[in-house]
């Protein structure tokens, strides 16, 4: 008898130790699969940018069998709309929903399709005085710097822009003191001059385990400025 309650508390620890394994297995994945969200919640679904990038750097990098994404975008400029928040306009010519979901939730009307359309998030058109309804034109003055080094040179532009979309406020960037508008693809071909029309690139790497030899390898091979 007491053998055969031994061998019980034996198999019942046995299986203890085995349902105790499988839920901080559980539990791990999930914390990991959280962590990852909100990552990509915070700062998009990528590893990395490289900015200031030309064009046949850009094609190159799409190009890379070792990146399972490249996608790029190019930054119009920024607004400043108080001492302490700025506004940064951008133009993505990659999927900006399934890249940056948190930047581009729409409350109303759709995300911009064509130049000089804009979609800005709620509290963005309060700080302008806009009434915030779509179709609504929007003028802004904003500037972008041409940066090489520790040379830094702004170009300033003033443009209206047609109101397609109101995004969802995003307050973890309102923290930061920056928030993002974005406009439509061919805007910045329109207001920006060619020296100032370079592209940042948003990658994924195919493969985790070689993500920083596969950058060192692209910094070296592209002449990357260490700055971008």
Request: no cysteine; proline share 3%; charged share 20%.
């Amino acid at each position: 008898t007491g053998q055969r309650v031994i061998s019980l508390l034996i198999l019942l620890a046995i299986l203890l130790s085995t349902a105790m394994t499988t839920a901080v297995g559980q539990s791990i994945g999930v914390l990991s699969a959280m962590r990852a969200q909100q990552a990509v919640t915070i700062g998009g679904d990528r590893y990395a940018t490289f900015v200031q990038m030309g064009e046949e750097q850009t094609k190159r990098l799409e190009q890379d069998r070792r990146l399972s994404f490249a996608g790029r975008y190019i930054t119009l400029g920024t607004a400043e709309l108080n001492a302490s928040l700025s506004l940064g306009l951008n133009e993505y010519q990659e999927d900006v929903a399934a890249v940056y979901p948190a930047l581009a939730a729409v409350r109303a009307g759709r995300l911009p399709e064509e130049p000089m359309e804009i979609a800005l998030p709620e509290h963005v058109l309060r700080y302008l005085g806009a009434a915030g309804e779509l179709g609504e034109r929007i003028p802004l003055q904003f500037s972008k710097a041409l940066r090489h080094g520790i040379e830094s040179k702004e170009v300033e532009v003033t443009a209206e822009f047609v109101l397609t979309g109101i995004l969802e406020d995003n307050y973890l960037h309102y923290a930061g003191g920056a928030v993002t508008g974005i406009v439509g693809e061919g805007t910045a071909e329109m207001l920006l001059p060619e020296r100032y029309l370079y592209y940042n690139v948003d990658i994924r790497t195919a493969d985790k385990k070689t993500f920083q030899d596969t950058m060192d390898d692209l910094i070296d091979t592209l002449s990357v400025h260490e700055l971008d």
